[in-house]
């Protein structure tokens, strides 16, 4: 998979909002368990220490379980899913707001883009 980075914040956490997404939208399965640190690290050419930081994250908003025996798992709480899901789509509508806003289109106007090609 490919990491995206920019300047605009710490590393760690675009790699904990990206492997969120990924936990979401099932790429990394409910249940089932995460790569090791030293692989995604190498996999995102950063410091196992940055990784791990993310990881951890991702722990404390509950996606990720540590079990000492098999490694890191993803949660099967489906609440907890349900509730990040819905967290990085207003994050999404409010980023696509925020850039109708600055290329002059009222909120209404944004939406009623959105709705016209949805019937489309």
């Known amino acids: 998979m490919e990491w995206n980075f920019n300047g605009d914040k710490p590393i760690w956490i675009q790699i904990s909002e990206q492997l969120r997404q990924r936990i979401v939208t099932g790429a990394y399965p409910k249940g089932e368990r995460l790569p090791t640190v030293r692989d995604l690290a190498s996999e995102a050419g950063v410091n196992p220490n940055t990784m791990q ?16 025996t098999v490694g890191r798992l993803v949660t099967d709480d489906e609440e907890a899913l349900s509730k990040v899901r819905m967290e990085i789509a207003e994050e999404k509508m409010a980023e696509y707001l925020k850039s109708m806003e600055v290329l002059g289109f009222s909120q209404e106007e944004a939406t009623n883009l959105l709705l016209r090609r949805g019937e489309k």
């Not at 990881?55 to 404390?60: G, I, K, R, S």
């Open 53 to 68: 930081r993310a990881l951890a994250q991702l722990e404390a908003e509950g996606l990720a379980i540590s079990n000492r």
